[in-house]
């Protein structure tokens, strides 16, 4: 087998299958993202979900039987490194890849397992994607062997719009996100949605910063402050929005945020130590502070184990919970005899037990979200962040149903 890697693109010549034994031997999910560099910390958040999520199967004897071994792989957030990683995974007989930090990345490999699977029939790969939402990836480069569990960038930007729409103190906003694709397209739908429903908002600065190189905000914080914005929208994740507040806070800005991913490692200790109570809002598929027993006792359990990053993301419970559904349904853990089910599978969601469903036309996963805010805690809210004594606190809700949004989605299907 060669690989000839040139620029961005990754060329593979695949030959033959993985032997029966490394197939047979249990149901691998292969975990391809950031183990090292200045996204390890939110890599490694997901990687600790789903050991925990498969020692839980586990004790409950396994899928089919089966038991689920979880295997890392390090793709340093770059697509040349995740291909090859990918590639790694399939010799080692992984048949079901896991990656959610980079949308460059995902819609890399989400090419590359339907060039392989085109190649190798019978030898079918999935993608599951749980957080890379640039909403190419569920439209114009849709693929039936990808899934996505993460609501897009579209769909997230309609409700945190929607939010903005009706907090008439918002006049002027500045936004700032990271240069590539994902942050490319937060930027480009914020500005259509706020001129469509807000038009009397002006955006006094519209700014993209390199991916996790960034070590010090101060100069852009600089810019915000001299734009005279009241609000900052953004999708920085991991340290590039640790970094940006802790900035902030430094400067002393005194802003009201409104991010995806505020949540994600790091995140919530930067607000508390920037002061920033109340002031950073967040769109997404649930918060532990929901009052829902099911969640509750897993978040507890959880945090106990994983006490020193007891973040969740319940968008990699959603994404584990219906793919083994889907693999117990069709009895086997072929992606070609289990996609079908998974096609307009309907599911209660980890956070709350709402109602979800897997839109079969673009394998687009829509699901209630929540717009939260960050700060000091009250009895009826036990769950905090990162040891900080403050965490999420709901303001609203918006169903599965009012998330929806069209796609363009052309879907080749197998046959």
Known sequence: MKKLIAGATVALSVMGTVSAPAWAETLKLGFVDPLSGGAASVGQIGLNQLKFIADQVNEKGGVNGEMVEVIGYDNQVNAQTSLVQVQKAIDEGVRIILQGNGS???????????????????????????GAVDPVMTNEKCSYWHFAFDANVTVKMEALTNFIRVRDEIK????IGQDYSFGHAVADTAVRMLNDKRPDIEIVGNELHPLVKITDFAPYIAKIQASGADSVITGNWGQDFALLVKAAGQAGLDVNWYTYYAGAAGGPTAVKQAGLEDKVFQVSEGISNLGYPPAEETARAYGERYKEAPVIFPRMFNATGMLFKAIEEAGSKDPGDFIPKLENMRYSVFSNGG??????EDHQFFQPLVIS????????????EEGTGWG???????????????????MKRPG
């Open 392 to 410: 999420w606190k709901k303001i609203g809700t918006i169903q599965a149903g009012q998330t929806i949004v069209p796609t363009t989605c052309e």
């Open 172 to 175: 002027k906003v500045y936004i």
């Open 104 to 130: 460059s990345v995902g819609v890399a490999i989400e090419e590359f397992v339907a060039k392989y699977n085109s190649r190798n029939p019978g030898a079918n790969v999935v993608y599951l994607n749980y």
């Open 373 to 384: 805010t960050f700060g000091p805690l009250d009895s009826s809210q036990p769950f905090d």
């Open 355 to 360: 109602d979800s469903f897997m839109r079969a």
